[in-house]
Nanobody, 115 residues
Framework: QVQLVESGGGLVQAGGSLRLSCEASESIFSFGSMNWYRQRPGEQREWVAHLATGGNTDYADFVKGRFAISRDNAKNTAYLEMNSLQPEDTAVYYC?????????WGQGTQVTVSS
């Protein structure tokens, strides 16, 4: 069974940085794409960033220029580098990976940004 495990969340002050990790239970090449989503308190889950197998990336407007998605093939791990964090970035961040027509989710990692 495919598993995705996020880590790296925590408490950070506004303007700070965090790097989230998403470790996959199998080769990251199995995934057609990797994505990060987030769910802010009281709101629906929203898409944050996309990484295609070929390396193309895309970002939601509210994180462009601040966040970067990447992967380490040898470690079967995807990352979300988050800089210039603001209190409105407080959310549970989820990793999502696509294999064929199936999307797999991690359990989420909490990011809290204090003002």
């Amino acid at each position: 069974q495919v598993q995705l495990v996020e880590s790296g969340g925590g408490l950070v002050q506004a303007g700070g940085s965090l790097r989230l990790s998403c470790e996959a239970s199998e080769s990251i090449f199995s995934f057609g794409s990797m994505n990060w989503y987030r769910q802010r308190p009281g709101e629906q889950r929203e898409w944050v960033a996309h990484l295609a197998t070929g390396g193309n990336t895309d970002y939601a407007d509210f994180v462009k220029g601040r966040f970067a998605i990447s992967r380490d093939n040898a470690k079967n791990t995807a990352y979300l580098e988050m800089n210039s964090l603001q209190p409105e970035d407080t959310a549970v961040y989820y990793c999502n990976g696509q294999i064929g027509t199936t999307y797999y989710w991690g359990q989420g990692t909490q990011v809290t940004v204090s003002s």
